[in-house]
């Protein structure tokens, strides 16, 4: 089954950008590569997705390497209101609704 | 458009009891899939259901079931609780199509097992 690997933790300062990297080396040709994030007490939150090219939302930004065996979730403006924890998935095919979370990305927003 | 509801949201048990959670997809959903969260091990996949038929079932025991009706609303239970199922039990749907659809959960039910 394909994998991510995201960095356990990450701190940002308010209303500076901040990028979140996921590798995901194994990552099939047909597979998307979905951001979901969990804040605290909640379930997680669709962020955003892709499959090759660079997408847009008024959330984030994904940017995707051209081999795909990466991906960079972008908050252009960090709040206070985006700590929380960040999984990269991949959309495995002829499992199509069955999410693989990691241990996700934990975001840290400082004042 | 309503999210998805789960019920109930915080809930009690005693070991060796069984307990049902409940979940009502967004209006139009056909798929609705089940996880586990705890701290030891993260979100994991419990079963998926479309059209009232389980699609995929992840590493559970067979105390973990669940069932789909035909609105889509969906149901799960646990029998024979034991300590360690105390988890939020999240509950998903996503509407049919490509692998590219959005999957939204809802806010969990926190079950507690003393």
């Known amino acids: 089954d394909a994998k991510t690997t995201q960095p356990n933790s990450m701190e940002s300062n308010e209303e500076e950008p901040v990028h979140l990297p996921c590798n995901h080396s194994?990552?099939?040709?047909?597979?998307?590569i979905h951001w979901y994030r969990q804040l605290p007490s909640q379930g997680p939150e669709y962020v955003i997705h892709?499959?090759?090219s660079n997408v847009n939302n008024r959330m984030a930004s994904l940017a995707i390497a051209e081999d795909r065996k990466s991906s960079t979730l972008i908050l252009h403006r960090a709040t206070l209101r985006d700590a929380a924890v960040y999984y990269c998935?991949?959309?495995?095919?002829?499992?199509?609704?069955?999410?693989?979370f990691g241990s996700g990305t934990q975001l840290t927003v400082l004042p | 458009k309503a999210g998805v509801t789960q019920t109930p949201r915080y809930l009690i048990k005693t070991r060796g009891q069984q307990v049902t959670l409940s979940c009502s997809p967004i209006?139009?959903?056909?798929?609705v899939s089940w996880y586990q969260q705890t701290p030891g091990q993260g979100l994991q996949f419990l079963f998926e259901?479309?059209?009232?038929?389980?699609?995929n079932k992840g590493n559970f025991p067979g105390r973990f079931s669940g069932r789909q009706f035909s609105n889509s609303r969906s149901e799960m239970n646990v029998s024979t609780l034991e300590l360690g199922d105390s988890a939020l039990y999240l509950c998903?749907?996503?509407?049919?199509?490509?692998?590219?659809?959005?999957?939204?959960f809802g806010e969990g039910s926190w079950l507690t097992v003393v």
């Open positions: 259901y479309f059209s009232e038929t389980q699609r």
């Open positions: 209006s139009g959903h056909r798929s």
């Open positions: 998935i991949l959309r495995r095919s002829g499992s199509a609704r069955q999410l693989t």
């Open positions: 998903a749907s996503s509407p049919v199509g490509d692998l590219g659809n959005t999957i939204y």
């Open positions: 194994t990552i099939s040709g047909t597979d998307y």
């Open positions: 892709g499959l090759t």
